[in-house]
C-alpha cells in the first residue's frame, strides 16, 4: 500500500542551547526558546491544514515535543478537536542516563555509535526496539482508520532509529545519518513521492535528511 509519513524533529529546546542541564532538571521536562516555537509554527505552515486533518499524528510525551506540536497545528490554523493526536512514550528520546554523557564520547566510537548503552541509559539499538513496535502499532492503526498519512513529533535519534527501521538500513548507514536540525521535515513514502532520497529501499525512499560531516 501507499504510505506517506512526515516526521518532524522537535524545535530548538533550552537544553539544546545550554540554558538547562537535562541531567538536572529531567529531560522529559526540558521545554521550547522563543526560536523553537517560531520553528514549530513555520512547519506547521509548511505541512499545512490538508495534511495534517487527514493524518494520524503521533507525539513524544516529552514537554519540547507536545510544545511542537502545539505550534504546528498553530501554524497550520488547525484545532486540536479536528486532528486525530496519540501520545506514545516509544517515541520519547534516547535515554542518556543520568551521568555526563559527554564524558563517553570516547568510549561510544569504541563500542559503535549504534550499540553503545549510556551508562543508566540506553543505546540506539534499544531506541531501535521500541520504533519497530511502534512502526507496527502505527501501520496496524493507518489501516483500521483508512488513512494513508501520518506525522511522528519526536527526537533526532529517535528519527533516525525509525527511518533506520522502516527501510531496512545497515547500522553503517544509520552510522553516516546526520541528526535532524530543529523542526526538520523528514519525509518517507514511495520513491516517485519523494524528491532527492538520500536512502531507497524496494519502493520506499526517504528524504529530508543529510549525511554526516
Known sequence: MSMLIKLIRHGQS??????VNPAVTGDYSVGLTPLGSEQARRAGELLGPDFLTQALVYCSPYYRTR???????????VEAANVRIFEDPRLREVDPGYTD?????????????FYYRFQGGESPADCYDRTSGFLESLMRQAERKGTRQALVVTHGLTIR???????HLSVEQFDVMANPANCDIISLGLKGEIEQPLFTSGKWAVGGLRLRE
Open 14 to 19: 533550552s537544553s539544546n542551547v545550554g540554558d
Open 101 to 113: 554523557w559527554q564524558s563517553q564520547q570516547a568510549v561510544r566510537e569504541t563500542h559503535g555509535w
Open 161 to 167: 532509529c525509525f527511518v533506520m527501521r522502516f527501510l
Open 67 to 77: 510544545e511542537t506540536l502545539a505550534g504546528v497545528m498553530e501554524g497550520a490554523r
